[in-house]
């Protein structure tokens, strides 16, 4: 019979073992979502037909584009209403989590209606995407910024949905010394503002994810994931490149060292990871090499 001594040595040795098998636990994306602006202009074209291709690629979740919002207020995604949205995806199997708008409709006049038909759709996240360069040249223009985020932040909370801010490059690059980036974390109050960080962008302005993810640990709850294979020339003097000339690719054919990134996404808060190629040339077998990669992608 084991005496208490060869037990408890028994145990210790099992609580190290476990241990140290935990450590060796590797993780994966549970669900790989797509943002749809990758296939644009065949949403367009087809709406349901394109949905249905999407999720036979294996996609779970999408995040929408498309969006625009009339006079009278209705908002529609490629022309279609957010019943419609809805219908499409609940007939494939997916859902949406996050939808992109326009600056202009976070208005007071605008912004209710927002939040209404992203409440039809199922969108737990509603995310500014973009300021105009325009507005970009205003003086004190991201602290405003931050003003109007942090109203609609509120808004959106009392209607239990986040809001969320998305990045291009040009966040990253000084304003009277000064990152823009940098001002939006400090001026947006964490609960009413999240950030969705697009994992290119940031890395092609050269600057390090993982560093933000450790100084701001939980604001990350979404991020979008594009790959690329050289890194362009960024300077506060150029516009942003939406892939006109930036050398993009899918998924892990590129430059990105998404294990070390992806290792870090629990101090992210990282939740939700939408696939996304700005210009690709072949739309549908970009996603699906994406796809392929980020399922057998382990870290």
Not at 139 to 157: H, T
Not at 225 to 244: H, W, Y
Not at 267 to 275: D, E, L, S, T
């Amino acid at each position: 019979m084991m005496n208490r001594r060869s037990f408890l040595g028994s145990v210790t040795a099992a609580t190290l073992l476990s241990s140290r098998l935990s450590f060796a636990v590797e993780h994966q994306i549970k669900t790989i979502g797509v943002q749809l602006y990758t296939v644009r202009d065949a949403m367009q074209q087809d709406f349901d037909g394109t949905v249905a291709k999407v999720a036979s690629i294996g996609y779970k979740e999408v995040e929408l584009a498309g969006f625009e919002q009339g006079g009278d207020g209705m908002v529609t995604y490629w022309g279609k209403q957010a019943q419609d949205v809805r219908a499409s995806f609940d007939k494939h199997g997916l859902t949406s989590p996050a939808t992109h708008v326009k600056y202009s409709s976070l208005s007071p006049e605008n912004f209710p209606k927002v939040i209404e038909s992203s409440k039809v759709i199922g969108n737990t996240y509603i995310v500014m995407p973009w300021v105009e360069e325009a507005d970009r040249k205003r003086a004190d223009v991201w602290k405003k910024a931050a003003a109007v985020f942090n109203r609609a932040g509120e808004d959106c909370k009392k209607a239990g949905i986040q809001f969320a801010y998305h990045n291009h490059w040009f966040e990253f690059l000084p304003v009277e010394g000064k990152l823009p980036y940098d001002v939006l974390l400090s001026e947006c109050d964490p609960n009413l503002v999240k950030m969705e960080l697009d994992l290119c962008w940031i890395t092609t302005a050269g600057k390090d994810p993982v560093s933000y993810f450790n100084k701001y640990p939980g604001r990350f709850p979404l991020v979008h994931v594009k790959d690329i294979k050289t890194l362009p020339n960024v300077s506060a003097s150029g516009s942003q490149n939406f892939g006109d000339t930036a050398d993009l690719a899918a998924v892990g054919s590129g430059i990105i060292d998404w294990k070390n990134i992806f290792s870090h996404g629990q101090k992210a808060g990282i939740k939700h990871y939408f696939v996304e190629h700005d210009k690709p040339a072949m739309p549908f077998e970009s996603i699906t090499s994406s796809y392929a990669y980020l399922e057998k992608l382990r870290f």
